[in-house]
Structures are given as structure tokens and as C-alpha cells.
């Protein structure tokens, strides 16, 4: 066996000019969106879908998406959340007309059945190649190399739509938007939403008011707290804004999917209504379809939404901007892409330590395992090692393997350790023949993760892991 490691040009704007620097850069418009996909579960509990589905704004987007769109491999949904900084009707009051860029793109991905949620940020300031899109008068954009929130400038949230489908090659299902004017409605319905700032703020620009640490902000205050630009909120980039969005959103999640909401009729109702009057959804999300999306999210908890922002890296041509880095942010659109449902148990013969004659596998509890991640995808060996944990493993290492790029997976088990590889066999989908490495330490089971990957039963794909990323239940005080 091969040692184990321990450690694991500039551009021309063409786009509309976005505003000054006074412009509201809202940070909670997807997350509003975002706690309607949430919420969702509780309209089967209390019947309240005919009565908000006349109040949602639906939109036909069908004519404006390309042809060739990424295919489908699974039963997943994934719904793009955007925040509109648009100042038409409604929004005038919020400023002059900037062009109605996109301000916030979200892509969630939610696994078949419902076992997980993870929502990916997609900077504005990101410098991409925007595809051909079809505006609604049927006149084309052509395609462009430009910043990312121009799409939406270009041809509105079809464009966004196809960018995304583009750069992750990952097909989306449906889009939520969202705009400022409701933004205040839709808080106070939802009894406020919990923040917590490094220091007391005293922004006479955005009317805020806040005391240091935790606390719980009303409408007003929210729109506040989304709008000011003073330090102490993060160093002005809009990286930065992404981390205190995703902070919101957590909030947003923890408090649409508790108990206390969840359990009051009129709470529900209130804020469903209150959302449906803000949010624009294409026409493809119908009664039926939100009806399944509820089904597909029964038993979602905020413990089971991940925020994370797509890996980016500096763009030589403007300091200001950036661009994705596509070494990687690929593992993750491919795990995306790839997250199957998983089989309960294979058929076909049972593993060797099921077979008559032999003893039992070992219980997890009772099982060490050391975990090396033997491929390129970064972050896979911690992110099965979380599982495993997850499972009741004993997780005594998490490590690297140089191996071939087409070794398969293996389970090595050391003196004495049958029963516990048994145990991680079993725990595998595909339950993985152990062999034995009589060099290995006594009592302990080692999985080499190879070309087939090691998928654990009753869980997605493994994501890689992502540096920055974000559970909606972390504490909103936790801003790392």
C-alpha cells in the first residue's frame, strides 16, 4: 500500500449603468424567496394553496430559453432565487431607474426527497460569457463577454436562466423573483428576522439604528440593515455583502421552518400571503407543482440547508471584479448535477461478512475508520468523513492518497477489524468487498476513496467541500 498523507484585459461596459453608490444593494430578496421554498411543507397541514396561488406572479419564460439546455438526470429540483433591484411601479420609492439589474443570483439545488438543500451565490461582479438571449419582444442579444448581473439588464430572468444553465451546465427547473417593495410587508409578517452586527451602527443614510450583537429587526429596520454601506459590516465587496446575505438567509430559513410559525394558522397565512404578493415565479410552478415541491420538503430542516458561494478567483483586468474558478467550482455543478436518489439495499449477493458462517458486522459505534481521499475532488475525504460521523463511525483520520485516476474505491482493514470493515461495507452503496492489510493498525478500517467514489446509503452525492460555506442553522452571531 502507497503511503497515506495526513493532510488533505479590460472590458467595455455595454451593460446599463447599475447607480450610484447611494443605491440599495438589498440583501434579503432571495432569501424571501427562499423561505417560501421552506414554508412550503405547512400549506399541506392547512390547505392554504388556492388561496395564495391568485396573488403569485407568474411569468412565461419558455420562448426565451435556449435550445440547448443541460439534461436532467435526476428527480432534484433547482430553482433560481433572484433579487431585483428594479425601481419600476412600486419600487420608484426606493430611488431613480438604474436599469434593473440583478442584485442577488442564487442557485438552490434541492435532493430528491427532500434530504438536503444547498443554496450557491453567484457574485454580480463576476466576469463571464454571457450567451445569446431572446428578450420578450423576441428581439436578440447577442452574446457577450461581460459581468454577470447584466444578463438580467439584457433580457431579464430568462437571460440569468441561461447564463446559469451555462457556466454549471446544470438544468433549472424554475425561477423565483423577487423585488424591494414588499420587502417590509413580508418581514413584519414573518415576525421579524434575527441579525447580529460586530458593532452598534448609527447610519443616518439608511435610518438605522442598531445596538451591538444580537437582535431581532422589523420591516424597517431590516431594510435598514440590507442597505447600509458603514464599516463594520464587511469591507464593501460584494464577496463580502454575500456572506452577510447568507447570514440573512439562515435567519430567514431558521424562522419560516420553526415550530412556532409553522404550528399558528394565522402566522402561516399571514406570511404567505404577504409573499405571494411579492414574488414572481414562472408559469411552469403551478398549484400542482408548488403542491409537489411541498411533498419533496416534508421534514426539511434549516440544519439540512448549506449556503455556499461559488469558488472565484481575482480577474487580472480589474481589481474591482472577479471570475469563477472553474478547477474548482466544477466538483461541485458535477455533484449537483449527478445527486441521484440512492437504492435502499442492492440486490445480488451479500457481502462477505453476511455470508453463513461468519460473524455479524460490528455495530458503527464500534468501528474506527480512516478516511483518504484518493481523488482530485477537493474536500471529499472531510465531506465522507462528516457522514460517516453523521452514521455513528468513529472517524479517527482524515487524509490524502497520490493513487492512479483510475483506482476504484477500497475498504482495508487492519488485525482484528473485519467486523468493523463489514460495518463500513455495509454502510456504503454498493457494499464494497473489504480486503485485508495486515500492515495496518490493529482495530482500524481504512477507506481509500477511488474513481467510484464512496457513497453512503440513504445520502446524496458527497458535495466538495467549500470553503466558506454556511448550514442555516449556525448561529447568526457565527459570521465566519
Known amino acids: 500500500m502507497e503511503r497515506l498523507a ?4 479590460s472590458v467595455k461596459r455595454v451593460a446599463p449603468a447599475p447607480g450610484d453608490d447611494r443605491r440599495w444593494r438589498m440583501l434579503g430578496w432571495a432569501s424571501i424567496a427562499l423561505s417560501v421554498v421552506m414554508v412550503l411543507t405547512s400549506l399541506t397541514a392547512y390547505g392554504f394553496y388556492r388561496s395564495i396561488n391568485g396573488k403569485i406572479d407568474r411569468d412565461n419564460v419558455d420562448d426565451q430559453l435556449n435550445a440547448d439546455r443541460p439534461e436532467k438526470l435526476n428527480n432534484s429540483l433547482n ?3 433572484l433579487g431585483s433591484d428594479s425601481r419600476d411601479g412600486a419600487n420608484k420609492q426606493f430611488g431613480a431607474d438604474n436599469g434593473g439589474g440583478s442584485d442577488t443570483t442564487i442557485l438552490m439545488h434541492i435532493s430528491p426527497g427532500g434530504d438536503r438543500a444547498i443554496g450557491i451565490s453567484f457574485p454580480r461582479d463576476s466576469m463571464v460569457q454571457i450567451p445569446e438571449c431572446k428578450k420578450k419582444d423576441g428581439t436578440r442579444v447577442p452574446a457577450q463577454f461581460g459581468q454577470l448581473n447584466w444578463a ?5 430572468p430568462a437571460c440569468t436562466w441561461n447564463l446559469i444553465e451555462s457556466i454549471t451546465d446544470i438544468r433549472i427547473d424554475h425561477y423565483a423573483e423577487i423585488d424591494m417593495s414588499g420587502f417590509i410587508e413580508v418581514v413584519d409578517a414573518l415576525g421579524g428576522v434575527e441579525i447580529c452586527v460586530p458593532k452598534a451602527i448609527n447610519d443616518p443614510k439608511a435610518d438605522l439604528v442598531l445596538r451591538k450583537g444580537r437582535q431581532t429587526v422589523m420591516g424597517k429596520q431590516a431594510v435598514g440593515y440590507v442597505r447600509t454601506r458603514t464599516g463594520g459590516l464587511g469591507d464593501g465587496s460584494d464577496l463580502s455583502r454575500i456572506k452577510r446575505q447568507q447570514a440573512f438567509m439562515g435567519s430567514v430559513v431558521n424562522k419560516a ?9 394565522a402566522k402561516t397565512y399571514s406570511f404567505l400571503q404577504a409573499v405571494a404578493g411579492a414574488v414572481k415565479v414562472d408559469d411552469r410552478l403551478t398549484l400542482s407543482g408548488m403542491q409537489k415541491l411541498a411533498s419533496s420538503l416534508r421534514g426539511m430542516s434549516a440544519g439540512k440547508v448549506t449556503f455556499v458561494t461559488v469558488p472565484v478567483m481575482a480577474y487580472p483586468a ?3 471584479r472577479v471570475q469563477i474558478n472553474t478547477a474548482q467550482a466544477k466538483p461541485l455543478f458535477d455533484a449537483i448535477r449527478e445527486d441521484n436518489e440512492l437504492p435502499t439495499e ?3 449477493p451479500k457481502p462477505p461478512a453476511q455470508q453463513a458462517g461468519q460473524q455479524p458486522p460490528a455495530k458503527p459505534s464500534e468501528t474506527k475508520v480512516a478516511v483518504y481521499n484518493g481523488t482530485t475532488i477537493f474536500g471529499l475525504g472531510q465531506r465522507t468523513a462528516d457522514g460517516l460521523t453523521e452514521k455513528g463511525f468513529q472517524v479517527a483520520k482524515v487524509g490524502t492518497r497520490q493513487q492512479a485516476a483510475s483506482a476504484p474505491t477500497q475498504i482495508l482493514y487492519g488485525p482484528g477489524a473485519e467486523r468493523q470493515a463489514a460495518a463500513l461495507s455495509k454502510a456504503l452503496v454498493g457494499d464494497p468487498a473489504p480486503k485485508e492489510f495486515r500492515s495496518g493498525r490493529a482495530g482500524l478500517v481504512y477507506l481509500i476513496i477511488g474513481k467510484d467514489g464512496a ?8 458535495l466538495p467541500k467549500i470553503a466558506g460555506e454556511r448550514r442555516a442553522d449556525q448561529d447568526v452571531c457565527n459570521q465566519t
Open 79 to 81: 430553482i433560481l432565487l
Open 346 to 348: 442492492p440486490a445480488g
Open 455 to 462: 457513497r453512503l446509503k440513504g445520502t446524496g452525492t458527497p
Open 318 to 320: 480589474d481589481k474591482n
Open 6 to 9: 495526513t493532510s488533505e484585459r
Open 152 to 156: 438580467y439588464s439584457f433580457a431579464g
Open 257 to 265: 421552518t420553526s415550530g412556532g410559525l409553522l404550528k399558528d394558522p
